[in-house]
């Protein structure tokens, strides 16, 4: 079946844009999870929905960063005045509830 | 504060020989830990994982290897295949959800 899905695949953003970042989880799976991947670096945790519940946003570098997946299905991760450093890749994985997670390709972020 | 480290940015292999990729871990309440193999412009595809209340999995030509008292796992390759050549990550958990990554180890198989 379909994979995880994100699009775009790749924004540039002038710094103090806001941008907007989509995730299509794989039908059915009730998990998503956002990560940050700086360049040379492995994926770092951001945010955790079960359904459309947030239940872990410890990882959201900023009050600039804001997820939601109102009906629990797709989710959107907002970055708000974006900065240089908020350059990265973003990846989105879904799961049934159990601890392996499937990613989609990502996001590619370049802040100018 | 890295919880996961993987030392060796790079390794290469000659196609049919062994791949051994290293991972060491500070957090001991860590309970699961994965393995993702990713190409270029591609997310991590999921490639093997293992509970902390074994010390073996094995898939195919792919075994992860779970040493908790040396808080050390190791993914063997056995024989390595060109196609094998990926950034390998090593992820841990104790939540059950929220990954730790390390940073990733290159591979090159060369034929």
């Known amino acids: 079946g379909a994979g995880v899905s994100q699009s775009p695949r790749y924004k540039v953003a002038k710094r103090g844009q806001d941008v907007a970042l989509r995730c299509d989880p794989i039908?059915?799976?009730?998990?998503l999870f956002w990560y940050q991947q700086a360049l040379g670096q492995g994926p770092e945790f951001l945010t955790y929905?079960?359904?459309?519940?947030?239940?872990?946003k410890s990882g959201l570098p900023s009050d600039r960063f804001f997820a939601e997946r109102p009906e629990g299905s797709v989710s959107t991760l907002k970055i708000q005045r974006t900065q240089q450093e908020d350059s990265a890749v973003y990846l989105c994985a879904s799961n049934l509830g159990f601890e392996t997670q499937y990613f989609g390709p990502g996001t590619r972020l370049l802040v100018l | 504060d890295q919880q996961v480290k993987q030392n060796s940015p790079s390794l290469s292999v000659q196609e049919g020989r062994i791949s051994i990729l290293n991972c060491d871990y500070t957090n001991s309440m860590f309970d699961y830990f994965l393995w993702y193999k990713k190409y270029p412009a591609e997310g991590p595809t999921f490639l093997i994982s293992i509970s902390s209340i074994k010390d073996k999995n094995e898939d195919g030509r792919f075994t992860v290897f779970l040493n908790k008292s040396a808080k050390h796992l190791s993914l063997h390759i056995v024989p390595s295949q060109p196609g094998d050549s990926a950034v390998y990550f090593c992820?841990?958990?104790?939540?059950?959800?929220?990954?730790?990554f390390g940073k990733g180890t290159s591979l090159l198989v060369t034929p």
């Open positions: 039908s059915g799976h009730v998990s």
């Open positions: 929905f079960q359904n459309e519940a947030q239940l872990d």
């Open positions: 992820a841990a958990t104790n939540s059950g959800y929220a990954l730790n």
